[in-house]
């Protein structure tokens, strides 16, 4: 008859861990510490573990009329400024939804690592555009699903 008690109590304290931040959750293993398996905690954990991984389709882009439309016919000093206000650099800027990717958030692309610095029209959701110093290498890279890491 207590074990069943136990039983019980267990099942109403996993099924609310799911929905508690990793603070409560470490406060939650306490107090029911002595009623369930540790193990049963450790697995309802792993859902509020953070992903940091992320599939987008990546486009690429230059400084270019075709690229950029009238905002390539405003810049008589020749020097690209983002949408965030920095200069456009290749190798470095990207352009993202801010509402998934803030301004500033370090991306890494291949390896390498890129910051989330412009925006762009058709950039919504789950997209990227890629800056790149010449439109023949932006052609190059042409359209391309990739998994990117978001540097939370
Ligand atoms: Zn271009």
């Known amino acids: 008859m207590v074990k069943a008690l136990y039983m019980s109590l267990a099942l109403i304290s996993v099924c ?3 929905f508690m931040q990793p603070k409560e959750i470490a406060n939650a293993e306490l107090s029911v510490a002595e009623g369930i398996s540790v193990t049963e905690i450790t697995q309802t954990t792993e859902i509020t573990k953070p992903n940091n991984r992320m599939t987008v ?9 075709s690229c950029c439309g009238i905002y ?3 810049r008589p000093d020749g020097i690209v400024y983002t949408a965030s206000g920095t200069v456009a650099k290749a190798n470095h800027t990207i ?23 412009d925006t762009g029209g058709a950039i919504k959701g789950d ?3 890629i800056y790149f110093d010449s439109h023949s290498d932006a052609l190059e890279w042409g359209k391309r ?8």
């Open 127 to 129: 997209r990227i555009d």
């Open 57 to 65: 389709v990546a486009t690429a882009y230059c400084s270019c009329k």
């Open 72 to 74: 390539a016919e405003n």
């Open 145 to 152: 699903t990739i998994e990117i890491e978001v540097i939370l």
């Open 95 to 117: 352009a993202v939804d801010t509402s998934v990717i803030p301004f500033g958030t370090k991306v890494i692309i291949n390896g390498k690592e890129y910051v989330a610095e």
């Open 16 to 18: 609310s861990v799911a």
